[in-house]
């Protein structure tokens, strides 16, 4: 179990990226949602002890983080969002070397690990191949590679399947799956099909604050009856979008389909839909942005 208590970071420029964050992640798959910007590579990198909070504390499983990086580092595997690869090596060659650096010394011990790996992660028959002539599917999965050498208890994988085509996404997060069935994964996305593919558990963080936290199909239920659908022309788009509270708006064959939120009918001509976490995705999200607009 990961326990995250009130913590909170602002950066020299006055920019307050986590704000008073409290959560509890338990063993398997955590889903991190959140808009660009919303603090979530913030908090990845501060779990991972790459930068210091301000205020706060983490521990993980009775280990206390902020005192002890080390320790951490030793039971962490990290993919980040920018993770770069050298694409004249092969991945054979780098990911032993990451597996080096990562205390792996013995010989044997290491060639076996590596070989597990590009196995798990279906590289084995491209490991011969420089990363620069991977896809970016094949990209993430080496990151994956890395990122479980050692045999990590916490994994912190951030925004990861940004880019990828639906195959390689579904092959990436099928992986993960299989990963968090073990240990702690957080998965920080802005994909909200991330997180209802693949999380039992998730928390919704927007402007480095904590919207809400739990399961995904909890949080939907509480939309349950609120949510109306209806085809729109594209001039009556911006009327609608003052009016009422449009939670998004999707183009189905060129016109635009709008969700709003509403405790009844808002009109003649909505009907009534079964919520879905991109529903309670865009709800807080308008709602936080509201609230700091009032503040301001
Ligand atoms: N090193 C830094 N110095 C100053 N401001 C920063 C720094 N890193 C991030 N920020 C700012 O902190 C806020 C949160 O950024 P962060 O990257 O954590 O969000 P995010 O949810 O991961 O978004 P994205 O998906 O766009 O990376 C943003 O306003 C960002 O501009």
Known sequence: MLSIKQLSKTYANGVKAINDVT????????????????????????????QDPDSGSIHFDGLDVLAQ???????????????GVYPKVTAE???????????????????EAVEALLHQTNLWEARKRGLGTYSGGMRQRFGIAQALLGSPRLVIVDEPTAGLDPDERNRFLNLLAKIGEQVVVILSTHIVADVTDLCPRM???????????????????????????????PEALTEYQQRMKVLHTRLVGGKPQINVYADSQPEEGFIQVE???????????RNAAASAAAVV
Not at 74 to 83: E, K, S
Not at 207 to 224: F, H, M, S, Y
């Open 23 to 50: 959560l509890d992640i338990p063993n398997g798959m955590f889903g991190l949602l959140g808009p660009n910007g919303a603090g979530k590579s913030s908090l990845m990198r501060t779990i991972a002890t790459l």
């Open 69 to 83: 990086p080390e320790a951490l580092r030793r039971q962490l595997g990290y993919l980040p969002q920018d993770f």
């Open 93 to 111: 060659v780098l990911l032993n070397h990451f597996a080096v650096l990562k205390g792996l010394t013995g010989r044997g011990e290491r060639k």
């Open 203 to 233: 928390a919704l963080i927007v402007k480095g604050e904590v919207q809400l936290q739990g399961e995904p199909q909890a949080t939907i239920d509480t939309l349950r009856s609120k949510v109306w659908r209806r085809s729109v022309s």
């Open 275 to 285: 919520p879905d976490l991109e529903d309670v995705y865009f709800l807080h999200v």
